[in-house]
């Protein structure tokens, strides 16, 4: 693969500093299509992917969704050299709703085409021929396909994901401004191979494809489920992305004593004590603290909405909001 830049292409090339939520769920269905990884000549994915897909399929194994996302989804995106680009559209960085928006309403000859060109490629699939025509049952079904696919599989890891791509536009911008875009291409990856002389992007692909931009700049996506290679779209006239795949690191171990740094270790002793509609008496029971102790700290917290407060006959109880459970990485105390 050959993307060749201009001068204008190189000022205007972008890092986006989040995921595509359409490229996550598209590259997730070809996790989930590839053999099982002692069955694989290729690389091996990365033990947290390897983990998500198990248990994805887990997961869809035997239900409704399960049988959805093979029968609606996975024909549409083969692991081949060619999938419909309508389906990645470029307000997926925006989010799954923006993305979801303007793929339906992807003019129907544009789908009829691409539909075409993925039989030509691999085969007629079992099911989209509808879509081509129109028909509103159909487009609905893929929208709510895709949907529920992407809240039941996708959106847990979600956090995991976002805060992976914002490392990466962190190294990325970081070594733009401090070394320049000829030093920001040759770090991309490491199968990748700038030519700063030529002003020409190499790296692997399953097939010959040259991508000339024209002045319209490239958009540079760091994905999760992205392969060792990176994805481009087929349709030139289409404004240019590069889908290149995150460098999946172990998160750094957990300081047990991080958040009493954060907000002093009687709050901390409190928060971790909270759950549910936990009662004051069982919280002074966890944490050993007095009943004037508890009733101070628990306003700092709830006025910083890390935990709500309730009043029933005269007793009090307190909930962790989704923010405290956050900070609180779901840890609690124990009686």
């Given at each position: 693969?050959?993307?060749?830049?201009?001068?204008?292409?190189?000022?205007?090339?972008?890092?986006?500093?989040?995921?595509?939520?359409?490229?996550?769920?598209?590259?997730?269905?070809h996790r989930l299509q590839r053999p099982r990884p002692t069955a694989s000549?290729?690389?091996?994915?990365?033990?947290?992917?390897?983990?998500?897909?198990?248990?994805?399929?887990?997961?869809?194994?035997?239900?409704?969704?399960?049988?959805?996302?093979?029968?609606?989804?996975?024909?549409?995106?083969?692991?081949?050299?060619?999938?419909?680009?309508?389906?990645?559209?470029?307000?997926?960085?925006?989010?799954?709703?923006?993305?979801?928006?303007?793929?339906?309403?992807?003019?129907?000859?544009?789908?009829?085409?691409?539909?075409?060109?993925?039989?030509?490629?691999?085969?007629?699939?079992?099911?989209?021929?509808?879509?081509?025509?129109?028909?509103?049952?159909?487009?609905?079904?893929?929208?709510?396909?895709?949907?529920?696919?992407?809240?039941?599989?996708?959106?847990?890891?979600?956090?995991?994901?976002?805060?992976?791509?914002?490392?990466?536009?962190?190294r990325l911008t970081g070594i733009l401004a401090t070394h320049g875009i000829?030093?920001?291409?040759?770090?991309?990856?490491?199968?990748?191979?700038?030519?700063?002389?030529?002003?020409?992007?190499?790296?692997?692909?399953?097939?010959?494809?040259?991508?000339?931009?024209?002045?319209?700049?490239?958009?540079?996506?760091?994905?999760?489920?992205?392969?060792?290679?990176?994805?481009?779209?087929?349709?030139?006239?289409?404004?240019?992305?590069?889908?290149?795949?995150?460098?999946?690191?172990?998160?750094?171990?957990?300081?047990?004593?991080?958040?009493?740094?954060?907000?002093?270790?009687?709050?901390?002793?409190?928060?971790?004590?909270?759950?549910?509609?936990?009662?004051?008496?069982?919280?002074?029971?966890?944490?050993?603290?007095?009943?004037?102790?508890?009733?101070?700290?628990?306003?700092?917290?709830?006025?910083?909405?890390?935990?709500?407060?309730?009043?029933?006959?005269?007793?009090?109880?307190?909930?962790?909001?989704?923010?405290?459970?956050?900070?609180?990485?779901?840890?609690?105390?124990?009686?």
């Amino acid at each position: 693969m050959l993307i060749h830049f201009t001068r204008e292409d190189l000022a205007r090339t972008r890092i986006s500093g989040s995921p595509d939520s359409l490229w996550e769920l598209v590259l997730s269905l070809h996790r989930l299509q590839r053999p099982r990884p002692t069955a694989s000549p290729g690389p091996l994915a990365p033990a947290d992917v390897l983990r998500w897909r198990a248990n994805t399929l887990t997961g869809l194994s035997g239900h409704a969704l399960g049988r959805r996302v093979r029968d609606h989804l996975l024909p549409l995106t083969p692991i081949s050299s060619y999938f419909p680009d309508f389906l990645t559209p470029h307000t997926g960085l925006q989010g799954l709703e923006p993305g979801l928006d303007t793929l339906l309403a992807t003019p129907r000859s544009r789908i009829g085409r691409e539909l075409d060109e993925l039989t030509t490629r691999s085969g007629a699939p079992s099911w989209g021929s509808d879509l081509a025509t129109g028909d509103a049952q159909a487009l609905h079904l893929l929208g709510n396909t895709i949907r529920d696919y992407f809240t039941t599989t996708l959106a847990p890891t979600w956090p995991t994901i976002q805060a992976q791509a914002t490392t990466e536009h962190t190294r990325l911008t970081g070594i733009l401004a401090t070394h320049g875009i000829d030093a920001m291409l040759a770090n991309l990856l490491p199968t990748t191979t700038w030519h700063p002389s030529d002003q020409v992007l190499e790296f692997p692909y399953p097939m010959t494809h040259t991508v000339h931009l024209h002045g319209r700049g490239l958009t540079l996506i760091p994905s999760w489920f992205c392969s060792p290679m990176p994805v481009v779209l087929v349709d030139l006239a289409l404004p240019p992305v590069l889908v290149y795949p995150l460098t999946h690191t172990p998160p750094p171990a957990t300081d047990p004593h991080a958040l009493a740094k954060l907000i002093g270790p009687t709050r901390a002793k409190i928060l971790l004590a909270i759950t549910t509609a936990t009662p004051t008496r069982a919280i002074q029971h966890r944490t050993g603290i007095s009943a004037s102790q508890l009733s101070r700290h628990a306003a700092v917290l709830r006025d910083n909405n890390l935990i709500t407060e309730a009043r029933h006959a005269g007793h009090t109880f307190y909930t962790r909001t989704p923010l405290g459970h956050t900070l609180t990485n779901g840890q609690q105390t124990t009686a």
